[in-house]
């Protein structure tokens, strides 16, 4: 339709249609104006992850998350020759071949971290339930430190099997897959801030790795057949249903019961997408696989004392 003279509409609000139509030379003033606006404020607004209400902002910096990432990487890589020097003043440690020095320190140092993580995370998620309140968003100082911990310690993981592999030529698919997915999946949840509750419910699970090194380390001394990796073995195994599977389900369990915020768009797209795939991998593949082969081993070892039902005692296993 026809516009009356002196009834002009007034141009559009919007930047983009505004940019359109002002003229060729206002077009390139509007145009450095909207550049330089978008360096100033750079891109962290433009969160394409998620709608508006899932954006939250993380509890440090991300530029602070990083730097602090890479301290707690040189601090597990310190702490390999630290463990070695103290284990190599021990007579079991001289007992092992010399490309298991490395091995053992490493299962070592996987140990103590086990320990720290599950200790912080059972105090964050089942004793102060303090990242409860809120699963999906809640985050204390706590269990901000014990992931950028965790975010260093799968960092220097990562690195140790390459480093390994140059050494003794040994690689684990599963167990690189394991690494890979918790440097990640660490990295994600610091850096989007959601959900420390899963986060920490996942790493929860890494209280088998002292077990874990137990069992390694009385097999490579030649008591595989002693009460004391008898009893190891079976604590590993209902560790690893209890801590680990039951977890397991019990994560998948506090997932669906949040699907309606998921189905909505609150959760960060970047977390989602993580969560799930390392969740279905831990839950279909990764533990129930390490479940067979560790009760494979514990079923070995008791097979042959099961005498009449009862365990058979060996004059070495008196000795243990």
């Known amino acids: 339709p026809l516009v009356q ?17 002002v003229r060729p030379r206002q077009r390139r003033r509007f145009s450095s104006t909207m550049l330089s606006l978008l360096v100033d404020e750079g891109l962290s607004r433009l969160d394409l992850s998620a709608p508006a209400q899932a954006r939250r902002a993380p509890l440090l910096p991300i530029s602070t998350q990083i730097v602090a990432s890479l ?3 040189a601090m597990w890589c310190m702490l390999c020759p630290l463990v070695q020097a103290i284990c190599s003043r021990t007579r079991w440690f001289h007992f092992l071949k010399e490309k298991d020095h490395m091995v053992c320190t490493l299962k070592i140092v996987r140990s103590i971290y086990g320990i720290f993580v599950t200790i912080a995370a059972a105090v964050e998620v089942y004793i102060g339930q303090r990242v409860t309140d809120d699963i999906l968003w809640s985050v204390t100082p706590s269990s901000e430190l014990a992931l950028l911990v965790s975010a260093g310690f799968f960092n220097f993981e990562v690195l140790s099997m390459f480093y390994t592999y140059s050494i003794n030529k040994q690689w684990d698919n599963s167990l690189f897959v394991h690494h890979v997915l918790g440097m990640w999946g660490t990295h994600v949840i610091t850096f989007t801030s959601c959900s420390h509750f899963f986060g920490l419910g996942v790493l929860i699970e890494e209280i088998s790795t002292p077990f874990t090194f137990v069992s390694w380390i009385l097999q490579k001394a030649g008591k595989s057949h002693t009460k004391s990796f008898l009893v190891n073995q079976f604590a590993m195994c209902t560790v690893w249903f209890f801590c680990r599977m039951c977890v397991d389900v019990y994560l998948w369990a506090s997932f669906w019961s949040i699907r309606d915020r998921i189905m909505a768009g609150e959760a960060n797209g970047y977390f989602l997408f993580q969560y799930t795939l390392g969740l279905f991998i831990l839950t279909l593949w990764l533990n129930p696989y390490w479940m067979y082969m560790k009760t494979k081993k514990l079923v070995q070892v008791l097979k042959p004392r099961l005498v009449g039902g009862k365990i058979a005692t060996s004059p070495r296993s008196k000795k243990d």
């Open 5 to 21: 003279a002196g009834n002009t509409p007034s141009p559009p609000s919007t930047p983009l249609v505004q940019l359109c139509i």
């Open 71 to 73: 301290i707690f990487t």
